[in-house]
């Protein structure tokens, strides 16, 4: 049975492209990532495919550790723009798309995160974005003043505590707080603005916020994650979630779990849009599109293969390239961890098939093919209720971002499963979610976080 509606579409952008060999593509520009052009003409693509958002990615270290020892020299990865001026440089440059960066809980104060994401949403007319990550490396603990990461546990409670303060303070202003009355020399009404007075274990805040009510209410909130901890949140209070699988039934028992959590905290289940990452190699002949991918797959160095993977599983470097895989060395994100040896097991890799894997798409699902075996496999995924979208994580920005916009999103149109027009000015609009409605409204507004995972951790 076909399923009614469309499917959303966003483009990730890291670096060049999610491939770790895009740099070395005789089309690469020298400067690497800090060329804001190449980020303005994927965005300008990914606009004309009309496409719901780009989305940008972020690390706050350069990979100190070097492993295995030279990965790093080897990597364009260690040098990138920061996202958030990214966005509101991209901001006047685009119309219709959606902005999302990426910013961390762990290394910001909740006023100012809310304050420039406030920002944006109104340079942008509403099309703001922030996801929401916890920081976990120890490289990037020692760039403020730590010597070591913060543990697990410790790290979601601070996030949880930050989203409730941020959802707060973007609730400052009610919609008609302004009113500019030039005659009576009244600019807002006092009565229309709240102060958070937000006291908990890790903040303490004041407010109001210094933006009023955005245009969108507020910006929308993505996050990634696939721990129980990380699925309750989603389920409660987040827009977007990002997720990483490359089998279509474990991308369903994903989508069910996260979306059956929903009816409880009051929420319809089109509140949250799932978008598993997608890295398409797509050609007018198969085998044209296979020879994109081998070429690139033919530019990994082997240290850069092992240094993809230590992010997520460690130093595997002490093991055979080329026989079957038996362990990881203690993964740094057990999600991801999990996930690896899952893979792994499944289908007998060896190390160096694993980082060709995570090197091809840094671990998003690899799909190679015409404009129309992609699209079926697209299609298929979303009809299965494994996915309300993708996250396009292209190989290479902007070229397959360009390739992409010419031949696969005009055969989604032609199957109806994608929009042939924005339907909306502001992002929330268009990726069909209800409005955001203030906690000071007469509605209960936004869930506190901190509270649904208390409540996750009593129940399990």
């Keep these: 049975m076909k399923r009614s509606g469309k499917m959303k579409l966003g483009l990730s952008m890291r670096s060049l492209g999610y491939h770790v060999a895009a740099w070395r593509h005789p089309d ?83 006023f100012h995160l809310a304050r420039k994401f406030a920002s944006v949403d109104f340079i942008s007319g509403g099309r703001a974005g922030w996801n929401m990550v916890t920081s976990w490396s120890d490289d990037e603990a020692k760039n403020f003043s730590q010597t070591h990461t913060k543990d697990y546990d410790f790290r979601y409670e601070r996030g949880a505590e930050f989203i409730d303060v941020v959802n707060g303070l973007w609730d400052s202003w009610d919609d008609d707080a302004i009113e500019r009355n030039q005659q009576s020399g009244v600019f807002y009404d006092a009565t229309k603005v709240h102060s958070l007075n937000h006291v908990g274990k890790h903040f303490k805040v004041a407010g109001p916020l210094t933006v009023a009510r955005t245009p969108q209410g507020r910006p929308i909130i993505v996050q990634a994650g696939e721990s129980e901890q990380g699925r309750e949140i989603a389920a409660a209070s987040a827009d ?11 991308a369903k028992a994903f989508y069910a779990s996260v979306k059956g959590r929903m009816e409880k905290y009051g929420r319809p289940m089109d509140a949250l849009k799932i978008l598993p990452g997608l890295t398409p190699f ?26 993809a993977l230590s992010r997520k599983v460690g130093d595997l470097s002490d093991l055979p390239l080329d026989e079957p895989l038996t362990r990881i060395a203690g993964a740094r994100m057990k999600s991801a961890g999990d996930k690896v040896m899952a893979i792994v097991k499944e289908e007998n890799l060896t190390l160096r098939q694993l980082y060709q894997r995570f090197a091809s798409a840094n671990g998003s699902r690899v799909v190679i ?40 999103v005009p055969e989604l149109q032609r199957r109806g ?22 906690r000071y409204a007469g509605g209960e507004g936004v869930r506190s976080v901190t509270e649904i995972l208390a409540a996750a951790g009593a129940a399990s």
């Design 28 to 110: 690469a520009p020298p400067l690497g990532a800090l060329n804001f052009e190449s980020f303005y003409w994927a965005a300008q693509a990914a606009e004309r495919a009309k496409f719901d958002m780009v989305f940008f990615a972020d690390s706050l270290s350069v990979r100190g550790r070097d492993e295995p020892k030279g990965a790093a020299a080897r990597s364009s990865w260690n040098l990138e723009l920061e996202p958030i001026t990214v966005i509101s440089a991209l901001a006047p440059l685009t119309k219709n798309i959606g902005l999302v960066a990426t910013a961390s809980t762990t290394y910001n104060e909740p």
């Design 240 to 250: 977007v979630v990002y997720t990483a699988s490359d089998e279509i039934q474990r």
């Design 282 to 307: 797509v050609g007018r002949t198969l085998q044209e599109a296979q020879d994109k991918h081998d070429q690139l797959q033919e530019l990994i160095d082997p240290l850069v293969g092992l240094g």
């Design 369 to 408: 093919g015409t404009a129309s075996q992609i699209a079926d496999t697209m299609q298929e995924w979303y009809e299965a209720y494994a996915a309300d979208g993708f996250n396009i994580t292209a190989a290479r920005l902007p070229a397959d971002m360009e390739s992409f916009g010419e031949l696969v």
């Design 417 to 438: 499963v994608f929009r042939t027009e924005y339907e909306a000015s502001t992002l929330r609009e268009n990726l069909g979610l209800p409005s955001a409605e203030s």
